[in-house]
């Protein structure tokens, strides 16, 4: 199913669990429409991967994953021969057929392993997938040069065989992190949106949404906390992704409302550096319940 407005985007996503705001709404009805691939930054946790996840349940398309790492090659990310049936395939022909044929049937898809890009491509089912390229900024930047055909044409070229298109283009999402830029080239196919953090409200709505049985209060102070945490000068903010862990961890502990014992407690949920914990050991705890208390009920 193809949403035919921006609206109808929000609302399949949102039936998907994934609260979108307008304009990334927008960038994916366009990324759709136009069929360009759309690249994903932001800060961690800020739902670049759910997106995808959510978009192959929206459109109903197998979603394809490529995790990006350094070192990652084109024999990991698109196709690789396979050699050992190649071998096999040499000692059963014993010299019958021609020296060509024999080439040629050795370097036919049916010795090709196909991994993530080109099953993109070319899926078994013929079922154009979404595909996700999560954390590009994770690979070295030869390999974005890898991409670059893949993104504008949506065909990849196997120089023993010839060139792969897509009967129909996948959907491409990509993802970075930004520990470093991503090359111009690459931007320059795709449609670009930057995931922030949520605002209160979305926060909230995206809390409600994931976990329904939540305390209403509970909620409210705890994307209170979460939304003032941000606001601090700590070494890694929390993102959704710890939002939604922290809420299950209170619910777990049955907690119904925060008081600083239980903040300190399972702040290991939602900040993974000691610096950042130590600032909030002690009084510091029960200044920033105080001032969230003050707000929320204060409206
Ligand atoms: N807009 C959203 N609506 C609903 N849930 C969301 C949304 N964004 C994120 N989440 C939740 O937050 C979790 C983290 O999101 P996700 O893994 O997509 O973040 P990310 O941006 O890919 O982070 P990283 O950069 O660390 O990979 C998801 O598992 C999902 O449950
Ligand atoms: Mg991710």
């Known amino acids: 199913m193809r949403p035919d ?19 990334l709404g927008t960038v994916v009805f366009l990324a759709l429409r136009l069929g360009r691939p759309l690249f994903l930054e932001g800060e961690p946790g800020t739902g670049k991967t759910e997106l995808a996840k959510a978009l192959a349940g929206l459109l109903d398309r197998p979603l394809i994953r490529l995790q990006c790492y350094e070192g990652l090659d084109l024999a990991a990310a698109a196709y690789e021969w396979n050699y050992a049936r190649q071998m096999v395939e040499i000692k059963l022909a014993q010299g019958q057929e021609s020296r060509e044929d024999l080439a040629r049937e050795l370097f036919s898809r049916r010795f090709l392993i196909a991994r993530p890009l080109l099953q993109a491509i070319d ?3 013929g079922r154009a997938p979404v595909l996700l390229i999560d954390e590009l900024d994770r690979a070295d930047e030869p390999f974005e040069a890898f991409l670059l055909e893949l993104l504008s044409d949506f065909q990849l070229s196997i120089p023993e065989l010839g060139v792969i298109r897509a009967a129909e283009p996948p959907l491409v999402l990509l993802t970075s992190n930004r520990t470093r830029e991503v090359h111009d080239a690459v931007k320059r196919r795709c449609l670009y949106h930057w995931l922030d953090f949520p605002d209160a409200a979305r926060e909230l709505e995206i809390l409600r949404l994931r976990l329904p049985g939540i305390e209403s209060a509970l909620a409210q102070e705890i994307v209170a906390v979460v939304q003032a945490l941000r606001g601090m000068d700590l070494y890694k903010l929390p993102g959704l992704a710890e939002t939604l862990e922290w809420s299950r961890a209170l619910l777990e502990l049955n907690a119904l409302v925060l008081d600083p014992a ?3 407690s399972t702040l290991g949920v939602l900040l993974k550096y000691q610096d950042d914990i130590a600032r909030l050991q002690g009084s510091e705890a029960a200044q920033l319940l105080a001032r969230v208390r003050a707000e929320t009920h204060g409206g």
């Open 5 to 23: 407005s921006i609206d109808a985007t929000l609302d399949g996503l949102r039936a998907q669990g994934y609260v979108a705001p307008r304009a």
């Open 123 to 125: 899926p078994p089912d």
């Open 262 to 264: 239980t903040l300190t």
